[in-house]
T-cell receptor
Framework: EDKVVQSPLSLVVHEGDTVTLNCSYEVTNFRSLLWYKQEKKAPTFLFMLTSSGIEKKSGRLSSILDKKELFSILNITATQTGDSAVYLCAVITNAGKSTFGDGTTLTVKP | GAVVSQHPSWVICKSGTSVKIECRSLDFQATTMFWYRQFPKQSLMLMATSNEGSKATYEQGVEKDKFLINHASLTLSTLTVTSAHPEDSSFYIC??????????????FGEGSRLTVL
């Protein structure tokens, strides 16, 4: 059975802190790993990772994948209160099936 | 970016009635649409995979006769919760994969539909 595990489950930091969110996976026929940010409603897309060792960056957010060790990290630097959300990691298989982790709830205090 | 619209965003119904939720890809054609269920403070649970013109593939434990999925066109999939009961109350979200990038795995999400069954 495909499995995606995110850690920590929740995290409380202060504005300006840097956070690292983890996502490890065990799936058959891995195709890609996606990170999403979910606030009140639907998840919004952050990154898609398919190759090991290539960092993807968007502003203060960055992510990297390690296909040998089967994990990915999402980094957020200089956090802001607007970064407070649930961050979801999903793995897509070659068959197109998606498996989501339980998410990490990030709270950024002013 | 690709836009997926879900309707209604919020529905309240009486026990025993059926509710239909629509998922539309507005500016792209979707080969595949996915339906998820999300309980409070939990992650998205994949319910079924919907391919245009063919029967949906349901995940283990999801009742096909309870959650009817129709994917009649490349831009529309519907989920009908039949004979809804209070335990069906949940947040239902759809996502779609673009015809232009079927291999990339990128998913575009609808806004979700919150169903409350009284």
């Amino acid at each position: 059975e495909d499995k995606v595990v995110q850690s920590p489950l929740s995290l409380v930091v202060h504005e300006g802190d840097t956070v690292t969110l983890n996502c490890s996976y065990e799936v058959t026929n891995f195709r890609s790993l996606l990170w999403y940010k979910q606030e009140k409603k639907a998840p919004t897309f952050l990154f898609m990772l398919t190759s090991s060792g290539i960092e993807k960056k968007s502003g203060r957010l960055s992510s990297i994948l390690d296909k040998k060790e089967l994990f990915s990290i999402l980094n957020i630097t200089a956090t802001q209160t607007g970064d407070s959300a649930v961050y979801l990691c999903a793995v897509i298989t070659n068959a197109g099936k998606s498996t989501f982790g339980d998410g990490t709830t990030l709270t950024v205090k002013p | 970016g690709a836009v997926v619209s879900q309707h209604p965003s919020w529905v309240i119904c009486k026990s025993g009635t059926s509710v239909k939720i629509e998922c539309r890809s507005l500016d792209f054609q979707a080969t595949t649409m996915f339906w998820y269920r999300q309980f409070p403070k939990q992650s998205l649970m994949l319910m079924a995979t919907s391919n245009e013109g063919s029967k949906a593939t349901y995940e283990q434990g999801v009742e096909k006769d309870k959650f009817l999925i129709n994917h009649a066109s490349l831009t529309l999939s519907t989920l009908t919760v039949t004979s809804a009961h209070p335990e069906d109350s949940s947040f239902y979200i759809c996502s779609a994969r673009s015809l232009r990038s079927p291999l990339s795995g990128e998913l575009f999400f609808g806004e979700g539909s919150r169903l409350t069954v009284l």
